[in-house]
């Protein structure tokens, strides 16, 4: 009889509420699914599916059902490899799975072969390098109302670091854009009408060294801040588009990106390349201005700190404007993806 009551009294309770984050996680994460066959098409139960997450190592493991099929659910944005293994027969790798948030990945049949040695069958982007390398270039499609360069935002949940290489030629490419002439050409004529810069002097060859100094900044800036110095210093140079979660929140991770980015091992680090590449640019600047208008270093330093402070405003207006009126924004930069 007390049993029972006791049945009783639990089965009046109410179900516990179900965490409202769960349920959003659940319905933003994705699945993948698959099925293993033998070489005559006969389903494989019983093997051992293990999905591992190349950026972190993270592994996880599946058994296949009496229908050959298997699922991973949970699976957060990322690149993966899943190796196939069955009693009897040989292991398959396949690598380059570039899942994304919200879907369910297909996987092609994996058929195995009774042998000795490992097939490798490449899906979709091959390598770690590769994926970075078709991002990269989806990124320098996007452009600030269609017009001004925005190179150095990623869209993407989780996308692949860049080389030391990748990072200096993202700098050259950007350096060297069309509007970049345009943009240094206005800037000096501004400079000129308001008479910046005495030591140059007026007339076309007072335009002309202006001209020179003001591109000569946008190399310095580009080249050292955003290529060199975050390719010593291990760092990357993109801001990592955040889009979700409470305004409060997105403002301060926008802010944040003032002093911190994320190093090339995917975690977060003090924005030591920002700081040291603004400095270094600064320096370089102030070095070719005319004897007279040159600014002692403390004061060059001073103009630093507080430039790299404003990088706020621009950190903002990425995380809350620029994707809506970006071109290419939306593009994953994956290639071979089934």
Known sequence: MHAQAVLKADASLPEAP?????????VASSMLTGTVADGEGAMIQGATITLENVATHDKRTALTDGSGSFTFSAVGPGLYAATIAARGFQP??????SVHTGETYQLSQTTMQVATATTTVQVGVQTQYELAEAQLKAEEKQRFLWVVPNFYVSYLP??????????????????????????TGINAGWDQARNN???????????????????????????????????????DPRYFYKG??????????????IVR?????????????????????????????????????????????????????????E???ARWVTTHARDKGTIGHQ
């Not at 202006?210 to 291990?234: C, E, K, N, Q």
């Not at 979700?244 to 990106?257: E, F, K």
């Not at 920002?274 to 004061?299: E, F, Q």
């Open 319 to 321: 995380e809350f404007l």
């Open 158 to 183: 989780n996308p692949a670091s860049l080389t030391a290489g990748q990072k200096m030629r993202l700098a050259l490419h950007a350096a060297v854009d069309p509007y970049q002439f345009i943009n």
């Open 197 to 235: 810069y005495p030591g140059y002097g007026q007339g076309a060859a007072g335009y002309a060294r202006r001209y020179g100094a003001d591109y000569g900044d946008v190399v310095s800036g580009t080249i050292v801040g955003s290529g060199l110095m975050p390719a010593l210093l291990h760092q």
């Open 18 to 26: 179900v965490p409202q984050a769960s349920v959003e996680s659940q």
């Open 92 to 97: 398959v790798v396949k690598t380059g799975i």
């Open 244 to 257: 979700t979660g409470s305004i409060p929140s997105r403002i301060g991770y926008a802010l944040l990106a």
């Open 261 to 317: 980015t994320k190093g090339d091992n995917g975690k977060w680090q003090p924005n030591y390349s920002g700081l040291l590449g603004n400095l270094a640019s600064g320096l370089i600047a102030n070095s070719y201005l005319p004897t007279g208008d040159r600014k002692a270093v403390g004061n060059v330093i001073g103009v630093t700190f507080q430039g790299f402070a404003l990088r706020g405003i621009g950190t903002l207006e």
